[in-house]
């Protein structure tokens, strides 16, 4: 897959690339394997705005991605790689021998045709795509889609690119290396899949004009200095003026720009060997 630039015809085109979408072998999704997915334009389930700046964007369906790996110790072949608008990565079809089709992220690499497992036992062979618990994964392996808790699916590393290390194992725990550079212990009896999230082109490609964001529902966003003092703490002032003290702050007051705040007492700091970078 590589990236595709358009002749600069107008002013929107002239910086937008495109994925060549080379890998995708499926133009429409499976139809029993999608549920309709309604937009929020960024309200909880009060009604209150807890996102800002969301809205519009293209209709899509929710593609049902097999997080948890579950059906075990039958091999599946892989049917197809298709396009989610709902993620960064690609998903791979795949076929069990029943006839029962999931999708799974789909690791670098991974082709029509290939076959992919996922076991609870040490029998598998360490190949892009089988998942397997993480005490069974050799030491220095590159996994996507972990748990952190057994049988509660894959919740990290999924994003286009995304991979993890396995460090070490020790007292009940893996050692895994996150794409940030955390450290992180990790129970065990987590199911990781093995290998490196594909479409690795994603970081690459350049949103060019202002429409494309309103396609993916992200509307403009304003500055606070271009605001009324009584909608921002930065608004207000005679001209271009600047956004004086308190320095940078959010809508309500918090500090923003490096001000960290994680809470000084989490439940996962005992989890958490060195920092990310």
């Known amino acids: 897959m590589a990236i595709r630039v358009l002749k600069p ?9 495109l ?4 890998d995708i072998t ?12 309604k937009s929020t334009g960024g309200r909880n389930n009060t009604g209150r705005t807890t996102a800002r700046f969301r809205g519009g964007g293209h ?19 892989v049917s197809a790689i298709e396009y989610d608008p709902n993620r960064s990565c690609r998903i791979a079809l795949i076929t069990y021998p029943d006839g029962e089709k999931r999708y799974i992220i789909a690791p670098l690499l991974l082709k029509i045709g290939d076959s992919v ?20 994964i050799p030491v220095g392996s590159t996994i996507h889609n972990v748990e952190l808790n057994p049988f509660a699916g894959g919740k990290i590393i999924r994003s286009a690119g995304a991979s993890g290390q396995l460090m070490a194992k020790e007292g009940g725990y893996a050692l895994v290396k996150l794409p940030s550079g955390e450290i992180r212990k990790i129970n065990e009896g987590c199911m990781a899949s093995i290998g ?14 202002a429409g494309r964001m309103r396609w993916l529902g992200r509307k403009p966003h304003n500055r606070g200095a271009s605001m009324n003092p009584v ?25 923003a720009k490096g001000y960290k705040t994680r809470r000084t007492k989490k439940y996962s700091d005992k989890f958490i060997v060195t920092r990310r970078k």
């Open 9 to 17: 015809t107008s002013p929107g085109r002239r910086f937008l690339t």
């Open 19 to 22: 994925t060549t979408f080379d």
């Open 26 to 37: 499926k133009s429409k999704p499976e139809k029993g394997l999608v549920v309709i997915k």
């Open 59 to 77: 209709k899509r369906f929710y593609r049902i991605v097999d997080f948890k790996r579950d059906k075990v110790d039958i091999t599946a072949k």
């Open 117 to 136: 497992m996922s076991s609870y036992k040490n029998a598998l062979d360490v190949l892009s795509g089988n998942a397997m618990p993480l005490k069974f």
């Open 196 to 209: 490196q999230v594909g479409n690795l082109d994603h970081e690459n490609v350049s949103i060019g004009k």
């Open 231 to 255: 909608d921002h703490p930065h608004g207000g002032g005679e001209g271009k003026a600047g956004q004086g003290n308190p320095h940078p702050v959010s809508p309500w007051g918090m500090l």
